[in-house]
T-cell receptor, first 115, second 114 residues
Framework: DGGITQSPKYLFRKEGQNVTLSCEQN?????MYWYRQDPGQGLRLIYY???????QKGDIAEGYSVSREKKESFPLTVTSAQKNPTAFYLC??????????????FGEGSRLTVL | KQEVTQIPAALSVPEGENLVLNCSFT??????LQWFRQDPGKGLTSLLL?????REQTSGRLNASLDKSSGRSTLYIAASQPGDSATYLC?????????????FGSGTRLLVRP
């Protein structure tokens, strides 16, 4: 079945460690996104990519890094510079259209807890 | 700056009721509006996508409307069931630059009581 796979589902990290969250999609979508969700808040955009080998910062990119070497994959690294990394991380993808009307699809999320 | 608001933050109704969830946005320059459902600890599931040129979309017991001029959208759920209990989020895709970003509301947490 087509979809978006995030791994791991749960991740624990010690302070000072970098961790990488995986996101893979087989929907043949050009655009991919990383959102962060905190309790009681809306989703906030971390990074997005509209094409391979290109990505842009979202609203809260500090302390995060991404790469887009393949169309299907958009991994997110949470670095030790991120001050409050404990959160629920959601990966999404969409088609890119001239009218910018692509529907957004999400993975199941990864919950990161810093010990 | 585009802002999206969902009121109320939480709603509890008895099974069988028809209900309306509200979403408002501050800037009418949007490409589309999308409604999502989120179960606890899960990702978001797309329910309905309304393009800016459309007034409404329907899927089963769900009907979403869009009034760009007033900056409002509603999600109507007919004959609610306990399985409809979840958080419902709306998001708009603003017409700014060539961005593909969505702006999300904080959601309405719905509980349908048996």
């Amino acid at each position: 079945d087509g979809g978006i796979t995030q791994s791991p589902k749960y991740l624990f990290r010690k302070e000072g460690q970098n961790v990488t969250l995986s996101c893979e999609q087989n929907l043949n979508h050009d655009a991919m996104y990383w959102y962060r969700q905190d309790p009681g808040q809306g989703l906030r955009l971390i990074y997005y990519s509209q094409i391979v080998n290109d990505f842009q910062k979202g609203d809260i990119a500090e302390g995060y890094s991404v790469s887009r070497e393949k169309k299907e994959s958009f991994p997110l690294t949470v670095t030790s510079a991120q001050k409050n990394p404990t959160a629920f991380y959601l990966c999404a993808s969409s088609r890119v259209s001239r009218q910018n009307t692509g529907e957004l699809f999400f993975g199941e999320g990864s919950r990161l807890t810093v010990l | 700056k585009q802002e999206v608001t969902q009121i109320p933050a939480a709603l509890s109704v008895p099974e069988g009721e028809n209900l309306v969830l509200n979403c408002s946005f501050t800037d009418s320059a949007i490409y589309n509006l999308q409604w999502f459902r989120q179960d606890p600890g899960k990702g978001l599931t797309s329910l309905l996508l309304i393009q800016s040129s459309q007034r409404e979309q329907t899927s089963g017991r769900l009907n979403a409307s869009l009034d760009k001029s007033s900056g409002r959208s509603t999600l109507y759920i007919a004959a609610s069931q306990p399985g409809d209990s979840a958080t419902y989020l709306c998001a708009v895709r603003p017409k700014m630059d060539s961005s593909y970003k969505l702006i999300f509301g904080s959601g309405t947490r719905l509980l349908v009581r048996p």
